[in-house]
């Protein structure tokens, strides 16, 4: 009886579709054990060089290596902070431009945006209704985001760990790319899917973690902290649009320490270390082949041949960015064309889920 009313659910929704869009071709269903992998980024400026080497770049690469690859531009999570309407809505046109000038392709992966999929606000509730308030005010993301905004943070801010496991749950996906700082959200996305399994029977894959094999990429001003968009400091991040000038300014300023012999030990040269570990990832070099080629070269001069390499990387990138931000139309039909993608995939999914809950 269910999966008659789910094959009516599914012929229901195909028909309005049509009649809106025309015909279009169904994405196959996802056959048990095929992976099937899923992330997101927030629209929330132009990406830095930590978001490139931390999860972009490896973006690139798992859509060549898995058949069924998602990436959403998570816009309902970027609204837990005050955001301008106008700057928000150009955020998530650069941000498309973006990934796609770094290498994501349409054709190999669904990327979408995520407001342009409603079922990931539905499923996020039913999931919302299984956790417990302790839980999320434990997670160590919450703590220091709430201690920056002096404890005045909002029930989103609060709750935007459950909406991204809705998003994840939503398609079944099976992997995540993660960095280190999120393995408490992924542990708590583990549990959920757990959890629903345990109570409405097996349903929900528990997905497994994809670790980035990039650390965090440092503030260039405080190696101690994780560079970021949001960082007062304009001189502690580079930005894939910046340009050759301000690259070699921000290297030249990045805090490093009075030893000027170019060594790889993050424990106590944080600086200089995070400097190897940029210039490995840009190159492709391994940490101990960079520290080779650099012997006796001091960190003052280190520092622009590090900036060098990152412009080199770069400058194909800010290329095809500035072409494709000129082409709106292009990037509309991008997103469209993905968002109808994904909402073909989450659709039956969230119908089933409510089903299994008990709506009628």
Not at 63 to 89: F, K, M, W
Not at 100 to 105: F, K, R, T, V, W
Not at 295 to 304: P, S, V
């Amino acid at each position: 009886m269910a999966l008659y009313s789910m094959r009516k659910a599914r012929g229901c929704w195909r028909f309005i579709r049509a009649l809106h869009t025309g015909p279009e071709a169904t994405p196959a269903p996802q056959k048990d054990g095929v992976k099937r992998v899923f992330s997101g980024i927030q629209p929330t400026g132009i990406p830095h060089l930590g978001n490139y080497l931390g999860a972009i770049e490896s973006w690139v690469r798992l859509q060549s290596e898995h058949s069924s690859v998602l990436y959403c531009i998570v816009d309902l999570h970027s609204i837990t902070v005050p955001q301008d309407p106008a700057v928000l809505r150009q955020s998530i046109w650069d941000m498309t431009a973006a990934l796609l000038a770094c290498g994501i392709d349409p054709e190999k992966t669904v990327l979408f945006q995520q407001s342009q999929v409603s079922e990931h606000t539905q499923l996020s509730w039913i999931l919302t209704c299984m956790v417990r308030l302790p839980r999320l005010q434990h997670l160590h993301q919450w703590k220091a985001k709430t201690a920056k905004q002096k404890h005045d943070g909002t029930m989103g801010l609060l709750t935007y760990p459950v909406l991204q496991a809705a998003d994840v749950l939503l398609y079944k996906s099976t992997h995540v790319p993660v960095g280190e700082d999120q393995i408490q959200h992924m542990e708590l996305i583990q549990d959920l899917a757990r959890g629903f399994n345990k109570k409405y029977g097996e349903f929900f894959p528990v997905p497994k973690s994809i670790l980035t094999s990039m650390k965090k990429v440092k503030s260039l001003r405080d190696p101690s902290a994780k560079m970021s968009k949001s960082d007062p400091d304009k001189l502690a991040t580079v930005r894939i649009t910046d340009s050759p000038e301000e690259i070699v300014q921000k290297f030249r300023k990045a805090v490093t320490d009075f030893t000027s012999e170019v060594t790889y030990d993050p424990a106590s040269r944080g600086g200089v270390s995070n400097l190897v570990a940029i210039h490995s990832a840009v190159t492709g070099l391994p940490v101990e082949e960079v520290v080779r080629r650099s012997a006796g070269i001091d960190t003052a001069r280190y520092k622009l041949v590090v900036a060098d390499a990152v412009i080199e990387k770069f400058a194909p990138i800010k290329s095809e960015m500035a072409k494709l931000k000129m082409d709106k139309g292009h990037l509309q039909k991008v997103l469209q064309a993905g968002s109808a993608k994904a909402k073909e995939l989450a659709y039956p999914v969230c119908q089933e889920v409510k089903e299994l809950v008990g709506f009628l």
